[in-house]
């Protein structure tokens, strides 16, 4: 285990922005080493994009070589957020699990010291092949925001992951390089996406390089073989920072725990390879022939002059006494951004007010009384100023910014006493019109595979900017800077010490009405209690319900009383689905006054990352359709999280969870089926050590149904021994990699007349409808003689057939299902034909 007091030391030697884990308190962590790199930083005006499709593509190690290394300004393109993937630390997917993978990519920044950015593409899945890809994405419409993030970042190399070919693997790591290579010439070209030129000039970087990744000992083969490549050591030592950068490239990777990718700080030599695409061919350095300094600008050789000076001069006890040079090269830098307009000019002179504070001792901070709060309603904010250092330090005037319209302009001068907090309370009114801190890529509904962002100017922005933010302004030895910080909430919990959370506009109430589409298996109608909570105090109003055609609920609507925050209750209506078919969506809306709040609200928490905030639509699907099913009694052994139990209920199956005592000693013959969750032989060792059980159980009569699990091994292996799988059926079975990820592809029935296909429910094509984002994964690669393949499906234009999806065999008296189609994802997404499916294998041993 990693300790605090580990992190803050890897913070204190490289300098973050802030303290990692980064819930903690705002820590301007300053010292010699951070300064010294300030330093650097601001001498050096070149910069590095680095382009790929998902969080954890990135080379972390090159990341941190040129940003803590080489002291570049340094950039992570992710064309998506991750939402497609697994979540392998809680239960949240789709939209949450992008914001956490969000969040997660910016504490690996904060560590290595590059900055992130975001196309609005989706992680919709695995695909094999770019065109697959480029089916779900709109190809200009992606390649437009590349070529956006291009013109506002101003690279002078970008540096692409893949190769964009089939060697990539994943689709989307194709479609990464294929658009890289495109926007590196498109960024530069005023007739390509000329609506951007209102707020960015076109952009040329002066070389398109190629790291090639990796990930299996075959591509790091062929990486060796490749000709002309230059070669660098990301092991190399940083003597300053007390790490190699291959060691801050573990750290860094290994806050992107929703993946598990956990890594090793290794010490010593990391060869690492990178191919000139486009521009001069680079030899010896990534940056060859580019000049990186401050001699770029006209006039600029000045200012590199007075920073080498403050470098050379720089004295670790008496930062302070760089001042008047600093000062100085300011001036000029801000002469030279005024003549040439240029936007790095104008950035770095932020970056002198920064490392001026620094040098200054100056701390500031700008904290709210809560860290959440609605619309009218009032936020006590207390503005601190702090001068650790001998300079004549006076505050100018504070300003409070975010919030339009309201009277919160503060302007207090007056002299900082050294050491001695220099402290101004204000009360901010939220105005009622306020919005909500919905993530702004989610704040209207998905377009297909994109996001829909309305602002095009938010477009690969990270995260929404603050609610609130203040800025200083203040006279330091006689130079006025200004400062701007974030309206934050710290708090100091008892466990972990002071923590900080970022300020959220919430709606009153949230109304938890997402998630598992809601399906009638026969006419009767349901009981169905929502839950309502309050958000940040007493709140009272009505619930209805919005329904499709054909559905009625009752009472019209509820009322509820909640006398203050977090309280919660629920709303309770009776559902009555048609007799017919349908699918449609419902919405539950809260009427809080005469606000109308149709969301849930939810936070996004875990240690390594700040709180989140967003607003799932309080809509769920509701499913009519006729669904039989022989098993009541269900026990369900859980992986690593999965809403198929909830799903099972909906059939009316009682579903008990079976603990590691169950398995080894519990009555499973009360059971008529017991279902293994999502990877459950790979997290659940109390399964594997009790298999023999299990099917002793079917022996005598019982269902067993075994869900999907990841073959360990290289991810091009396609069938490989992995000891955790070794028993997951009666009789051998090796589970493979083999996917299906086309939706839509075709399903067949090698063996038609299995009742599987029949009782109670008869399968038909119909059946395989309505999928989404694949139709199963790690299919069995080879498998005893005595199963039997129910289902065979393949993707569109692989001559394979694929019959390892889902096997069966009658064991003793009961039944054995293997089954590595989509069920997790199907059942809560409300697909008939996929309840349907699932019944009958959970009947098996009653209908074989
Ligand atoms: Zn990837």
């Given at each position: 285990m990693k300790s605090p007091l580990h992190l803050r030391l890897l913070l204190l030697a490289i300098a973050g922005v802030t303290l990692v884990p980064s819930v903690s308190a705002q820590k301007q962590l300053s010292g010699e080493t951070r300064i010294r790199l300030a330093l650097e930083e601001l001498n050096n005006l070149g910069s590095v994009m680095m382009i790929a499709a998902h969080p954890d593509d990135e080379n972390t190690a090159l990341l941190a070589y040129l940003a803590r290394g080489r002291h570049v300004r340094t950039a992570y393109l992710s064309l998506t957020r991750g939402e497609g993937g697994q979540n392998l630390i809680g239960g949240d997917q789709s939209d949450e699990l992008g914001i956490l993978r969000t969040e997660e990519l910016l504490a690996a920044r904060r560590i290595d010291g590059a900055e992130q950015y975001f196309t609005r593409a989706i992680d919709f899945g695995f695909t094999k092949t770019a065109e697959e890809t480029f089916t779900k994405w709109p190809r200009e419409k992606v390649l437009g925001d590349v070529v956006w993030a291009i013109r506002r970042f101003r690279p002078d190399v970008i540096i692409l992951r893949f190769t964009g070919t089939p060697r990539d693997g994943h689709g989307q790591h194709q479609v990464s390089a294929i658009l890289g290579k495109e926007?590196?010439?498109?960024?530069?070209?005023?007739?390509?996406?000329?609506?951007?030129?209102?707020?960015?000039?076109?952009?040329q970087a002066q070389r398109l390089m190629n790291n090639p990744a990796a990930f299996t000992d075959r591509q790091q083969t062929e990486n060796d073989a490749i000709p002309e490549k230059l070669e660098l050591d990301l092991g190399a030592y940083s003597p300053e920072l007390g790490y190699s950068y291959n060691e801050i490239a573990g750290m860094s990777r290994s806050q992107h725990r929703s993946q598990g990718m956990g890594t090793a700080e290794r010490k010593g030599l990391l060869m690492n390879y990178l191919v000139t695409l486009s521009g001069d061919k680079a030899r010896k350095d990534i940056f060859e022939g580019i000049n990186m300094g401050w001699s770029r600008l006209p006039g600029g050789a000045a200012v590199s002059v007075l920073l080498d000076q403050a470098a050379r001069e720089f004295v670790p006890a008496h930062p302070e006494a760089l001042l008047p040079l600093l000062a100085k090269a300011r001036q000029l830098a801000s002469a030279i951004a005024t003549q040439t307009k240029s936007p790095i000019a104008g950035r770095k002179l932020t970056e002198f007010e920064e490392t001026i504070a620094l040098c200054g001792g100056v701390w500031l901070d700008a904290q709210a009384d809560k860290f959440e709060i609605t619309p009218g309603g009032n936020l006590r904010v207390t503005l601190t100023a702090l001068s650790r250092s001998p300079l004549d330090a006076q505050m100018v005037g504070e300003k409070l910014a975010g919030i339009p319209a309201v009277p919160n302009v503060v302007i207090y001068p007056g002299a900082l006493v050294p050491n001695k907090p220099f402290q101004y309370s204000v009360t901010?009114?939220?105005?009622?019109?306020?919005?909500?801190?919905?993530?702004?890529?989610?704040?209207?509904?998905?377009?297909?595979?994109m996001y829909s962002?309305?602002?095009?100017?938010?477009?690969?922005?990270?995260?929404n900017a603050p609610v609130l933010s203040a800025e200083f302004r203040m006279k330091l030895g006689g130079t006025e800077i200004v400062l701007t910080r974030p309206v934050v909430h710290h708090y100091v919990d008892r466990v972990y010490g002071e923590l900080l959370r970022p300020l959220a506009i919430v709606p009153p109430v949230g109304i938890d009405f997402s998630g598992t589409a809601l399906v009638f298996p026969d006419t009767k109608s349901r009981r169905i209690e929502i839950p309502v909570k309050a958000n940040t105090g007493k709140a009272s109003g009505d619930v209805h319900l919005e329904?499709?055609?054909?559905?009625?609920?009752?009472?019209?609507?509820?009322?509820?009383?909640?006398?203050?925050?977090?309280?919660?209750?629920?709303?309770?209506f009776e559902l009555m689905p048609p007799q017919a078919d349908s699918q449609g969506d419902a919405r539950a809306v809260a009427m809080v006054g005469d606000r109308r709040v149709s969301s849930d609200t939810r936070v996004i928490n875990y240690p390594h990352i700040p709180a989140q905030t967003l607003f799932p639509p309080a809509e769920s699907r509701l499913v009519r359709a006729d669904i039989r099913t022989l098993a009541h009694n269900v026990g369900y052994i859980e992986g690593a999280g999965d809403e198929v139990p909830a799903a099972l209920r909906q059939m009316g199956c009682d579903v008990t969870f079976l603990s590691a005592a169950d398995l080894l000693h519990g009555d499973l013959s009360r059971f008529d089926a017991i279902v293994t969750g999502v990877r459950a032989f790979n997290t659940r060792p109390d399964l594997r050590a009790n298999y023999q059980r299990l099917f002793k159980y079917v022996e005598n009569g019982g269902t067993l149904i075994v869900q999907y699990n990841t073959p360990e091994g290289g991810p091009n292996n396609t069938a490989v021994e992995s000891p955790a799988l070794a028993h997951i059926g009666p009789y051998p079975i090796k589970t493979g990699r083999e996917r299906v990820t086309v939706e839509e592809a075709p399903v067949t029935f090698p063996n038609p007349r299995l009742p599987l296909l029949h009782k109670p429910n008869e399968i038909t094509s119909r059946d395989f409808e309505g999928w989404i984002q694949e139709r199963g994964l790690n299919f069995a690669s080879e498998w005893d003689p005595k199963y039997q393949s129910v289902l065979e499906s393949h993707d569109p234009g692989e001559k394979k057939p694929l019959p390892g999806g889902e096997l069966y065999t009658?064991?003793?008296?009961?039944?054995?299902?293997?089954?590595?189609?989509?069920?997790?994802?199907?059942?809560?997404?409300?697909?008939?034909?996929?309840y349907r499916l699932f019944a009958n294998m959970l009947s098996a041993a009653k209908t074989q």
């Open positions: 926007a590196f010439s498109a960024a530069a070209d005023p007739s390509r996406f000329p609506e951007q030129l209102k707020y960015v000039q076109a952009w901010v009114k939220v105005p009622p019109s306020q919005p909500y801190s919905q993530p702004y890529w989610l704040e209207q509904p998905r377009d297909g595979s962002v309305p602002d095009g100017q938010q477009i690969g922005d990270p995260e329904l499709p055609n054909g559905w009625k609920a009752a009472p019209a609507s509820q009322h509820f009383d909640l006398t203050g925050a977090d309280e919660q209750t629920t709303v309770a009658r064991y003793g008296k009961g039944a054995y299902i293997f089954s590595s189609y989509d069920w997790f994802r199907e059942l809560p997404a409300g697909v008939p034909g996929a």
